[in-house]
């Protein structure tokens, strides 16, 4: 297609990243999933190209976004003529006070939720700066979370390492914005995805989010193409002015 853009796109699989692929993929652009499970990957690529997508649309890298090694693999093999967004939406939720959290998780709530979002900016420097000189307007979108600008309690390792997130984006944004890269963030609070259902049988899931709508002056949680379709505005190569933006989307979470 003459005027597609071309997307790497961690946590595709699933949730938030899944719903920015189906809304990106079918305005007829294409994309590159990343996840660490390949049957998922491939699964969803399966539901996609049943869904009208074409083959040729997504690729598949089954890997880790925290791991250099990896990721290294994936632009020395790289064979798309560009690279115009990066959506860095993995990441995993940890529950935990600062009592009870211990080091290991600590480590593991930052390398899933920050480290997976440093690696491959620095990796896909070359690709986006191709495209920042043919005016394509790259774009780094990363999930951060309400919980990023908002103290609460029983989720600190979580929090802090979106917190970090947050300041990462930013901090990136103001060193690429003479390149014509840009870098925004979304913070999403309660999205009705698999990380939110965290397991739960489905009464259980159904109270959850009753009491979680509670906190949101809307009166609900919200849905990941909900967050999808902030991130996609983001990208837009129409909102270029806007880098090192946190966009709330959070149903007025981040009000109270
Ligand atoms: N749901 C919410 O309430 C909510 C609210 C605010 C922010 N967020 C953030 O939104 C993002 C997406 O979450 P979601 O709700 O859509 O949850 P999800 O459905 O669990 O999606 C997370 C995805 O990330 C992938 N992933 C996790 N760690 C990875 C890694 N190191 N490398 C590559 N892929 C990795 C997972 O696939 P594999 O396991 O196959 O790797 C999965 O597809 C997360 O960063 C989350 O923190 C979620």
Redesign the pocket.
């Known amino acids: 297609m003459k005027n597609e853009r071309h997307a790497i796109i ?8 899944f719903a920015t692929a189906e809304i990106w993929l079918k305005t007829g652009n294409s994309a590159t999933f ?4 390949a049957n ?2 491939q699964n969803t690529k399966r539901r996609l190209v049943s869904s009208g997508v074409l083959e040729n649309q997504i690729d598949l890298f089954p ?4 791991n250099p090694e990896q990721m290294t693999k994936l632009f020395s093999g790289w064979k798309r003529p560009h690279l115009d967004l990066i959506v860095q ?5 940890f529950t935990g006070s600062g009592e009870n959290t211990n080091l290991e998780n600590w480590k593991s709530s930052m ?3 920050l480290f ?1 979002a440093v690696v491959l900016p620095p990796l896909a420097l070359p690709l986006l700066r191709k495209s920042a000189k043919e005016n394509r307007s790259p774009c780094i979108v990363n ?4 919980l990023a600008m908002k103290a609460s309690a029983g989720m600190i390792a979580y929090s802090t390492a ?1 917190a970090a997130l947050a300041h990462y984006t930013k901090c990136l944004a103001l060193e690429l914005a003479n390149e014509g890269i840009r870098v925004n963030a979304v913070a ?4 009705d ?4 259902r965290s397991g739960a049988n489905d009464a259980a899931y159904e109270n959850f989010k009753k009491d979680l709508a509670a906190y949101h002056p809307l009166g609900r ?1 919200g849905t ?1 193409e909900e ?1 999808a379709r902030g991130i996609l505005f983001l990208a837009a190569p129409e909102n270029s002015w806007i880098t090192g933006t946190v966009l709330n989307i959070d149903g007025g979470y981040s009000l109270k």
């Open positions: 961690t946590g595709a699989s699933t949730g938030i990243g990343i996840g660490r499970r998922a990957l890997g880790d976004a925290a939406a993995a990441g995993q939720r390398e899933s939720n997976s999930i951060a979370n309400a979106k999403p609070a309660a999205v995805t698999e990380m939110l949680i990941a967050i």
